[in-house]
């Protein structure tokens, strides 16, 4: 029995293992089936993800580019701007798209491929010449002369930031340093592995032992693609079995050179506030302000040691850390025979280079951008230009930017400086508008231009003082039966008592009234009296209309002291009149936005000038030449030294009361340019026009390109001399007089001192002779450009024309009954006393 048992016990024993066998065979099947089933779930997942994964990316926001043309006027500083703005490389060779060469006054440049709205441009290099401020001798890379060469245009910044941002890269634009470096540092098995690299791992751990610190990781490129799309960064042991699986699966459906691209494009490399700068296209121009395609090896190495850690090496937090571990990649591409040891030598001996701060932000113009948004904000939700790659073409010109961000800068500080003004109590804004296409080509409203705050250019309403009188002498000039630049304005007091019992008052800046002066004078010298006359005279309402015909838009009050400046305007706005004044009445309207397309440069939508004709050419051109003498011997003469004497410039100075807002609006043929200077407490600047906002634009104006020699008039003008009661004074019949610009239409006194001379008229007829003295008529011109001969001639005639009106007679613009000026305070006795003065320097503000 007990040996029955016992073989009973010793069968059962081979029927228990193979029971247990069978129990693992069937766990294992299970496991198989749930791993399978499980991966099936990770691969649906994975591919939904990646087949239909479109990068959300910010708008991208490009300036208008740079077109070289043949007798283009251009300074070698604004060339060298945009050259700058574009992240040209000045070479000793032109040796790559995206450089430029200057030997002497032959310059070469290479620009980039680029997508324009209007197609795609390939690269190319032409060379031209710059002598004397002009372009010339334009010609192709194959000897052949162009009329005119395109750039590309510059990559400004982005719209609506936050959140992440790239510039992605396709596979066949990856330079090869930057993936053969990548994979020689992150995954160097990369072309050999299904998704996880047990070798790799193994390689990492004895690299990292032998070099003592962290210099390679274990995890191939593929998983950390996964890990960038699919996981956070916690290092749990579910989230490194999830990103093996699908690595492995990754690799099974998509290509090497797929994986690589998206690798390139999605690891994070920075961060600045809240937006997150991801991929090497992207980071190559926040670092370096470069394309990925231009950069050097040392360039590369530091991107590539960012991707292990781009904040515990962040180049301007940590250099050190960030140099270090620069270094470490340089050593391993020459390990890899990607560099040579002299190179290697060589790259680890520059500084990092990288920019000041990073570049490329989400808004490096807010005024500018602020401006664009409200253009497109029509036709693009907030969506669409937050997430689909919009590629936005502007009229932002970075050379003319760049110069009214420094003008308003240093001109502010400077100000407080020099007329001992508290320390960053005053602010400013400026707009620059080419005067045919309405282009804006430059926009500042901080004295801190890349401060995102307030937006004075756009959003502060000041009133703007004797910058709305040229609509007053223009409502006159549009009646050539009644008014001329000649006609005889009474600068007298002038008092108003109105409904509510007010009294209105104003008064010149010089409290004296000035008798009976010719119009333009009292335009040129912005008197307050004989303008307030003449308004009243126009009719208040006549003068709004006026304005509105210039392509104003606010508000206009229906008082009296709108003639003097009443009135609440942006120097958006002020700009957009003045430039209506400058295209000789045609208002067109000032745009920011050029054209619209995708991310690939298709489905473009265009977005034309728009203009309308308010004024007539006729009294256009006659205001324009009377704020050319403003600029010559008005109130805007502060600036004639340092403008050339060869550019019709013209404008006019603005002071409010108290001295509270200084303005300068004015124009040269080509652009129209608006300073504006105050404080936010709307508090005394102790400023007025042409002391606070002139000298500013001066500088802007001056440094810009501008066409010299007169501006032509329009058919319907003539230019006839006169004396100084505006009387014809014909040259056929006798000598004197001040030539100046009328209407076909006007109907002159003749001068009763030419009357008893018609009998020399036929002897001087006889001998062809000509007037003593004069130039040929068409040696003449209004404005600036004159022969030397002749401007003497017509000093000496205007001096003598003017000889009963001299004094300092600024803009100021005086609505209420009592004039305020500048204190000067004088110390007797340690009591001080109040004496009151034009404010500036004592002999300049004086006339000659």
């Known amino acids: 029995m007990a040996s029955t048992k016992r073989r009973r016990v ?32 990770l691969d649906v997942q994975l591919r939904e993800r990646l087949d239909s994964r479109q990068y959300q990316l910010p708008a991208r926001v490009y300036a208008r580019p740079l077109v070289l043309r ?10 060298a701007s945009e050259f700058a703005a574009l992240n040209y490389r000045k070479q000793d060779t032109l040796g790559e798209p995206g450089s430029w060469v200057q030997e ?9 491929d680029f997508i324009h709205a209007n197609g795609r441009q390939p690269a190319a290099a032409v060379s031209f010449r710059l002598r004397n401020d002009e372009i010339s001798n334009l010609r192709d890379s194959n ?5 005119e060469f395109r750039l590309d245009a510059a990559n400004i910044g982005t719209l609506l930031g936050g959140g992440d941002d790239r510039n992605p890269v396709n596979f066949d634009k990856i330079p090869p340093l930057v993936a053969n470096t990548l994979i020689a540092v992150e995954d160097q098995d990369f072309l050999n592995h299904f998704g996880v690299s047990p070798r790799g791992i193994a390689r990492a751990m004895v690299a990292n032992v032998k070099a003592g610190r962290l210099v390679q990781g274990g995890s191939t490129i593929t998983q950390q693609l996964v890990k960038n799309i699919f996981f956070d960064h916690k290092p749990t042991l579910q989230r490194k079995l999830n990103e093996a699986l699908m690595a492995v699966l990754m690799e099974v459906h998509y290509d090497k050179g797929y994986i690589l691209q998206e690798y390139i494009n999605e690891v994070w490399l920075g961060q600045q506030g809240a937006r997150g700068i991801y991929g090497f296209g992207l980071a190559s121009e926040f670092y370096f302000q470069q394309p990925l395609d231009t950069l050097e090896a040392h360039q590369v190495a530091l991107l590539v040691g960012l991707a292990k850690g781009a904040s515990y090496y962040n180049p301007w937090r940590n250099p050190k850390r960030a140099l270090q571990r620069r270094n470490t990649v340089l050593e391993v591409m020459l390990e890899q025979g990607l560099i040579n040891q002299e190179e290697f030598q060589n790259y680890s001996a520059k500084p990092l280079g990288v920019v000041k701060g990073g570049v490329g932000a989400q808004n490096p113009y807010p005024a500018f951008t602020e401006r664009l948004l409200a253009e497109l904000r029509p036709y693009y939700s907030y ?13 932002l010109a970075p050379s003319v930017q760049k110069l009214a961000e420094e003008s308003i800068s240093k001109g502010v500080s400077q100000l407080e400086k020099d007329r001992s003004i508290t320390a960053n109590s005053l602010q400013a804004a400026t707009v620059l508008l080419d005067n045919r296409s309405g282009n804006v080509l430059a926009m500042v409203g901080d004295r801190n231009p890349d401060y995102p705050g307030f937006n004075r250019a756009l959003e502060a309403r000041r009133q703007v003082g ?11 000039l549009e009646r050539p039966e009644e008014y001329n630049l000649a006609t005889l304005i009474d600068d007298a007091p002038v008092r108003i008592e109105e409904a509510d019992g007010d009294v209105w008052m104003p008064q010149n800046f010089d409290k004296r009234a000035h008798g009976q002066v010719p119009l ?15 308004g009243l005279d126009l009719g208040l309402q006549e003068v709004r209309q006026t304005i509105r015909r210039l392509g104003v838009q606010t508000k206009l009050p229906r008082v009296p002291a709108m003639l003097l400046g009443a009135v609440e305007m942006t120097p958006f706005e002020v700009a957009g009149m003045y430039q209506t004044i400058a295209n000789g009445g045609e208002t067109v309207q000032p745009r920011t936005l050029l054209a619209v397309s995708d991310g690939q440069g298709g489905r473009v939508q265009h977005f034309r000038r728009r203009a309308n004709r308010g004024v007539d050419p006729v009294p256009a051109y006659l205001l324009r030449w009377g704020l050319e003498q403003a600029m010559r011997e008005g109130t805007g003469r ?32 080509e652009v129209t340019a608006v300073v504006w200077l105050g404080r936010d407490d709307n508090e005394r600047t102790r400023l007025t026009g042409s002391t606070g906002a002139l000298p500013i634009w001066t500088e802007i104006m001056r440094k810009l390109p501008h066409q010299h020699g007169p501006v032509e008039a329009p058919r319907g003008v003539e230019f006839k001399f006169v004396n100084a009661r505006g009387q014809y004074m014909d040259p056929d019949y006798c000598r004197g007089g001040y030539e100046i610009p009328f209407s076909y239409e006007t109907r002159l006194k003749p001068a009763p001192e030419c009357q008893g001379q018609n009998r020399w008229r036929w002897f001087r007829n006889l001998f062809g002779g000509e007037r003593e003295g004069a130039a040929p008529r068409e040696q003449m011109s209004p404005g600036w450009g004159v022969d030397p001969s002749e401007q003497q001639l017509n000093n000496e005639r205007r001096r003598q024309l003017q000889e009963q009106m001299r004094g300092d007679d600024d803009d100021e613009h005086r609505s209420a009954p009592g004039t305020e000026e500048e204190p000067i305070e004088f110390q007797r006795g340690g009591v001080t006393i109040e004496a009151v003065q034009p404010v500036g320097p004592d002999l300049e503000d004086q006339w000659p």
Do not use: C, Q
Request: net charge positive.
């Open 70 to 79: 043949e007798g283009m006027v251009m300074h070698p500083a604004e060339l």
């Open 520 to 534: 333009y004078i009292a335009l040129a010298k912005s008197y307050n009296l004989a303008t307030a006359h003449l």
């Open 638 to 669: 502060r600036s004639a030294k340092r403008l050339p004497s060869s550019i019709a410039f013209a404008g006019k100075t603005g002071t409010t009361n108290k001295n509270r807002d200084s303005w300068f609006a004015g124009f040269s043929p």
């Open 10 to 41: 010793k069968a059962s024993k081979p029927k228990r293992r193979y029971r247990w066998l069978k129990l693992l065979v069937l766990l294992a099947l299970i496991g198989t089936l749930a791993l399978a089933a499980y991966m099936a779930y």
């Open 466 to 476: 004797s910058l709305i009188k040229p609509a007053i002498y223009l409502t006159a």
């Open 104 to 112: 002497g006054m032959t310059y070469k440049v290479w620009r980039r």
């Open 143 to 147: 000897g052949r002369s162009l009329a």
């Open 383 to 395: 969506e669409e230009l937050r997430t689909s790659g919009l590629r936005i073409y502007t009229t």
